[in-house]
């Protein structure tokens, strides 16, 4: 099992920035891709970034140019820097991490981007 942690997120007023962190622990050799996702009310959860063990990144288009996702594998941690943030950025935001081909999710930190 793998259990992931996130902080981080928080109320900012558009334009802001904020920096979301998540923590695995427990059988954390094997994971390979960690990513963040998001899910707006009403909405369905989607992703925003991931970041192979690599290195290797993948944005979705509404994060690029604006969102940097970065990883440390010595802490085992996964960061999400959010720049020029918007209202529509507004969403729970979830941590992933995929270890052998089962996916795990952290609880979710709520982002709230005000106009």
């Known amino acids: 099992q793998v259990q992931l942690v996130e902080s981080g997120g928080g109320l900012v007023q558009a334009g802001g920035s904020l920096r979301l962190s998540c923590a695995a622990s427990?059988?954390?050799?094997?994971?390979?891709?960690m990513g963040w996702y998001r899910q707006a009310p009403g909405k369905q959860r989607e992703l925003v970034a991931d970041?192979?063990?690599?290195?290797?990144?993948n944005y979705a288009d509404s994060a690029k140019g604006r969102f940097t996702i970065s990883r440390d594998n010595a802490k085992n941690t996964v960061y999400l820097q959010m720049n020029s943030l918007k209202p529509e950025d507004t969403a729970v935001y979830y941590c992933?991490?995929?270890?052998?081909?089962?996916?795990?999710w952290g609880q979710g930190t709520q982002v709230t981007v005000s106009s």
């Open positions: 992933n991490a995929n270890r052998l081909r089962f996916n795990y």
């Open positions: 427990g059988s954390i050799s094997y994971i390979n891709t």
């Open positions: 970041i192979s063990r690599g290195g290797t990144t």
